[in-house]
């Protein structure tokens, strides 16, 4: 099943018509405990408990598998849990931001926690192009940009005769280098440092680390948030949609990094 599929449920069906998962190969993911069993078959049964358990083993042993992530995003947004499901799509998504299904999922959820993936004031396609590559990827490619200009530079130094020949590749090397430094700061910047989601129905956001003190925020259930400093049991954080600030306990969170 792909997002088509997730289009015609969600039309057909109510809210909680959640997007498809993609196809795993064949005792990719097993279930322990129960020989013969795999992801596949439990999620396309219904049983989508036991499919948690199996996508979150494979997730665990490979965290860089981005479909590992989207699977048990998938398998959770099934099983009734909006927040941990965004957390796995947000981790996958953070790999493999090219995906149109992924980018798709994780905005029909993210919808459904009363945000999206997707700025109101900036055009979907420039949002993708920014998105094309993963931060890790980009910084690979910076420093990879970084290195050909330097040995095109020490080649144009080094080599009297040739640096006319040379000084073309020294120019897009460093031209190169510098627009995905800069395009890597960007994206870099953007990515909130520890990014969190709520998971609980109701995270109430109190203006001190404490009982005692006032609400004076109520997130729903899968709002993305940034941790901003931990006292104990509890956290400070900022809610990204909204702008506010306040302090709930860290058993209402799920960490995505």
């Not at 192009?129 to 200009?149: D, K, M, P, Y």
């Amino acid at each position: 099943m792909r997002t088509g599929a997730a289009l015609a449920l969600a039309g057909a069906l109510a809210a909680w018509a959640a997007p498809p998962g993609r196809a795993q190969a064949p005792g990719e993911a097993p279930v322990p405990g129960l020989p013969g069993l795999n992801s596949k078959v439990l999620y396309d049964a219904g049983r989508f408990g036991e499919a948690v358990q199996a996508f979150r083993s494979r997730a665990d042993k490979d965290p860089l598998d981005p479909w590992a992530h989207y699977n048990l995003g998938n398998a959770l947004y099934k099983a009734g849990r909006l927040g941990p499901a965004i957390a796995s799509y947000l981790r996958a998504f953070d790999i493999e931001p090219r995906d149109e299904d992924l980018r798709f999922n994780l905005d029909f959820a993210l919808r459904r926690a009363g945000d999206a993936l997707y700025p109101e004031d900036l055009p979907r396609a420039i949002f993708v192009s920014f998105h094309i590559l993963s931060v890790h990827e980009l910084e690979g490619l910076q420093w990879l940009l970084l290195w050909l200009a330097i040995l095109s530079w020490s080649a144009w130094i080094l080599l009297d005769r040739h640096r006319e020949d040379l000084l073309p590749a020294v120019l897009l090397f460093a031209s190169l280098w510098g627009a995905c430094a800069l395009w890597w700061v960007l994206l870099d910047t953007a990515r909130p440092d520890r990014l969190a989601v709520t998971v609980a129905p109701r995270t109430e956001l109190r203006n001190g680390p404490g009982e005692g003190f006032s609400v004076g925020f109520t997130a729903p259930e899968g709002r993305r948030v940034s941790v901003l400093q931990e006292k104990g049991e509890w956290v400070e954080l900022g809610v990204l949609k909204e702008g506010v600030k306040g302090w709930v306990q860290a058993s209402s969170l799920e960490r995505v990094w």
